[in-house]
């Protein structure tokens, strides 16, 4: 069974930056569709980025393009940072990190919540003055 493990949330002033990471402990994946998603208060969860392991094609939502950055980090088993630059209040959320391993990404099904089989418990990002 495959886990994963989110960390790096925080809080910070509008503006701020924050880097969260997504770990699978012991796993190493060559192929696998990797994103980022987040939940605020009363509203469904929504894809922010995505990246297709082995091949390295990201996406994004238009909401964070050129603020965020999603990669692989290749030093740790499997692991995928996302760096979020220019924090604004509304990226306050719960983040999660989910996988759909063996799988591609594409345009359409990466900001699919139902695409990914595996999530981990989310972590929490509070953007505030």
């Known amino acids: 069974q495959v886990q994963l493990v989110e960390s790096g949330g925080g809080s910070v002033v509008p503006g701020g930056r924050l880097k969260l990471s997504c770990v699978a402990p012991?796993?190493?994946?060559?192929?696998?569709?990797m994103g980022w998603f987040r939940q605020a208060p009363g509203k469904e969860r929504e894809g922010v980025a995505a990246?297709?392991?082995?091949?390295?094609?990201?996406?994004y939502a238009d909401f964070v393009k050129d603020r965020f950055t999603i990669s692989q980090d290749n030093t740790k088993s499997t692991a995928v940072d996302l760096k979020m630059n220019d924090l604004k209040p509304e990226d306050s959320a719960k983040y999660y990190c989910?996988?759909?391993?063996?799988?591609?990404?594409?345009?359409?099904?990466?900001?699919?919540?139902?695409?990914?089989?595996?999530w981990g418990e989310g972590i929490q990002v509070t953007v505030s003055t």
């Open positions: 989910g996988a759909e391993v063996g799988s591609s990404c594409g345009p359409t099904v990466w900001k699919m919540e139902k695409w990914y089989n595996t």
């Open positions: 012991g796993d190493t994946f060559t192929s696998a569709c």
């Open positions: 990246i297709y392991i082995g091949i390295g094609l990201t996406y």
